[in-house]
C-alpha cells in the first residue's frame, strides 16, 4: 500500500502567512496605480466637457459686479457666481451651486497637499489667496483688460467633481504681441474629482483647468512634473553637448514635455499649488515663433506674470508637463 501525503496544518499557516505578507506590500502600491489612471481619465473626461462648454459661449468676460471702495476693499463681488449661474449652467449641467464663503457645501475641501507633497495649504478662496502675484500692479501696463480680486464660487457636477471657480470679469482676448498672463485669464477652475473624500493632493484627485481669452478661448488643463530640471537651460542648441529645454523634459521621463504657451501660464496662475517659480524665474515653453539658435521662443515670468518672447539660446527654466 502506497503512504497517502498532505500538507500538515503548520505548513498550511506558514503559506498563508507568506501569502499574506505579500499581499501586504503589494496591494497598496497596485491600488495607488488604479487609482492614478482613474483619476487620469477622469481629469481629460472633466477637461473635454468644460472645453465643448466653453468654447460654446459668445464671451467669457463681464459676467456679475465688482466694486471697490477707496481703500481697495471689495464692496459688491458677484463674479464668480454670476458667471457660474448666469453663463456656464446654460451650457454645462450642474446640480449644486455655491457663493462666496460656502465652498465647502460644495465638497470644497479646507486643505489640500501641493503637487511636491512638501506643504499643505489652505484652500484658496479668491484671486490673491490663489497666487498673489495675479495681482502685481505691474501687469496693467499697456493692458486693455486688469485683474479683480474675485471671491470664488463652487459648483458641484453630476459626475461628482467639485470645483471652485476663480473669475476675471475683465479679462481681454489674445494677442500675438508680449502681454500678461493675468489679463488675459478668465476662468481658472480647481477642481476636486472626489470632493472632500482623499487625498485632496495636486497632481492625484486634484487639478486645475484655466481659459484664457475673451474671445476664442484656449482652455488647458496641464498636469505638471513634481519638480523642475535640475539646472537652467536654452530652449534650443545646436551643440550636442548641451541639453536643451525640450531634451531636458525627455531625461526626466518619456512621458514628459514642455507646456505650451497657455499652459505654461496656467501653471503661473497655479504657482502655489504646486510650488512652481521663484519671484525672478523665467520659464520656457514649447512655442516657437521662429527656429533655429538665434530663433526665439514664448517664455512665462512668475513675478509679474509677464508672457515675452526671448531668444532660444538664452537660459531659462523648465517644468514639464505630462502629455
Given at each position: 500500500?502506497?503512504?497517502?501525503?498532505?500538507?500538515?496544518?503548520?505548513?498550511?499557516?506558514?503559506?498563508?502567512?507568506?501569502?499574506?505578507?505579500v499581499?501586504?506590500?503589494?496591494?497598496?502600491?497596485?491600488?495607488?496605480?488604479?487609482?492614478?489612471?482613474?483619476?487620469?481619465?477622469q481629469?481629460?473626461?472633466?477637461?473635454?466637457?468644460?472645453?465643448?462648454?466653453?468654447?460654446?459661449?459668445?464671451?467669457?468676460?463681464?459676467?456679475?459686479t465688482?466694486?471697490?471702495d477707496?481703500?481697495?476693499t471689495?464692496t459688491?463681488?458677484?463674479?464668480?457666481?454670476?458667471?457660474?449661474?448666469?453663463?456656464?449652467?446654460?451650457?454645462?449641467?450642474?446640480?449644486?451651486?455655491?457663493?462666496?464663503?460656502?465652498?465647502?457645501?460644495?465638497g470644497?475641501?479646507?486643505?489640500?497637499?501641493?503637487?511636491d507633497?512638501?506643504?499643505?495649504?489652505t484652500?484658496?478662496?479668491?484671486?490673491?489667496?490663489?497666487?498673489?502675484?495675479?495681482?502685481?500692479?505691474?501687469h496693467q501696463?499697456?493692458?486693455d483688460?486688469?485683474?479683480?480680486?474675485?471671491?470664488?464660487?463652487?459648483?458641484?457636477?453630476?459626475?461628482?467633481?467639485?470645483?471652485?471657480?476663480?473669475?476675471?470679469?475683465?479679462?481681454?482676448?489674445?494677442?500675438?504681441a508680449?502681454?500678461?498672463?493675468?489679463?488675459?485669464?478668465?476662468?481658472?477652475?480647481?477642481?476636486?474629482?472626489?470632493?472632500?473624500e482623499?487625498?485632496?493632493?495636486?497632481?492625484?484627485?486634484?487639478?486645475?483647468?484655466?481659459a484664457?481669452?475673451?474671445?476664442?478661448p484656449?482652455?488647458?488643463?496641464?498636469?505638471?512634473?513634481?519638480?523642475?530640471?535640475?539646472?537652467?537651460?536654452?530652449?534650443?542648441?545646436?551643440t550636442?553637448?548641451?541639453?536643451?529645454?525640450?531634451?531636458?523634459?525627455?531625461?526626466?521621463?518619456?512621458d514628459?514635455r514642455?507646456?505650451?504657451?497657455?499652459?505654461?501660464?496656467?501653471?503661473?496662475?497655479?504657482?502655489?499649488?504646486?510650488?512652481?517659480?521663484?519671484?525672478?524665474?523665467?520659464?520656457?515653453?514649447?512655442?516657437?515663433?521662429?527656429?533655429g539658435?538665434?530663433?526665439?521662443?514664448?517664455g512665462?515670468?512668475?513675478?509679474?506674470?509677464?508672457?515675452?518672447?526671448?531668444?532660444?539660446?538664452?537660459?531659462?527654466?523648465?517644468?514639464?508637463?505630462?502629455?
Amino acid at each position: 500500500m502506497k503512504k497517502k501525503t498532505g500538507f500538515t496544518l503548520a505548513e498550511i499557516l506558514i503559506t498563508l502567512a507568506i501569502i499574506g505578507i505579500v499581499a501586504a506590500i503589494t496591494l497598496p502600491s497596485l491600488l495607488v496605480n488604479v487609482n492614478e489612471k482613474a483619476w487620469d481619465a477622469q481629469k481629460k473626461a472633466l477637461h473635454a466637457r468644460l472645453a465643448q462648454a466653453i468654447g460654446q459661449m459668445n464671451s467669457l468676460g463681464g459676467y456679475g459686479t465688482y466694486t471697490e471702495d477707496e481703500e481697495g476693499t471689495a464692496t459688491t463681488d458677484t463674479a464668480a457666481e454670476s458667471f457660474i449661474l448666469d453663463a456656464l449652467s446654460k451650457v454645462y449641467k450642474i446640480n449644486n451651486v455655491c457663493g462666496p464663503d460656502k465652498l465647502s457645501s460644495c465638497g470644497i475641501p479646507s486643505k489640500i497637499t501641493t503637487l511636491d507633497a512638501v506643504s499643505e495649504i489652505t484652500f484658496p478662496t479668491k484671486m490673491s489667496e490663489l497666487n498673489v502675484n495675479l495681482l502685481n500692479g505691474n501687469h496693467q501696463v499697456n493692458e486693455d483688460g486688469d485683474m479683480a480680486d474675485t471671491k470664488a464660487a463652487a459648483f458641484e457636477t453630476v459626475n461628482g467633481e467639485s470645483i471652485a471657480v476663480f473669475y476675471n470679469p475683465l479679462c481681454s482676448s489674445d494677442t500675438t504681441a508680449v502681454h500678461y498672463a493675468q489679463n488675459k485669464m478668465c476662468v481658472n477652475f480647481v477642481y476636486d474629482l472626489n470632493g472632500a473624500e482623499g487625498p485632496n493632493q495636486v497632481g492625484k484627485d486634484v487639478g486645475f483647468i484655466t481659459a484664457f481669452y475673451n474671445k476664442n478661448p484656449a482652455v488647458v488643463a496641464p498636469v505638471p512634473y513634481n519638480s523642475d530640471y535640475a539646472s537652467t537651460v536654452k530652449q534650443y542648441t545646436e551643440t550636442e553637448s548641451e541639453i536643451d529645454a525640450p531634451t531636458a523634459c525627455k531625461t526626466m521621463g518619456e512621458d514628459l514635455r514642455l507646456p505650451d504657451r497657455d499652459e505654461l501660464a496656467s501653471l503661473f496662475v497655479n504657482a502655489p499649488l504646486i510650488n512652481l517659480g521663484e519671484s525672478t524665474s523665467y520659464y520656457w515653453s514649447g512655442s516657437v515663433i521662429s527656429l533655429g539658435t538665434s530663433g526665439i521662443a514664448w517664455g512665462q515670468g512668475f513675478k509679474y506674470g509677464n508672457c515675452g518672447r526671448g531668444n532660444r539660446s538664452a537660459m531659462g527654466y523648465v517644468r514639464c508637463v505630462r502629455r
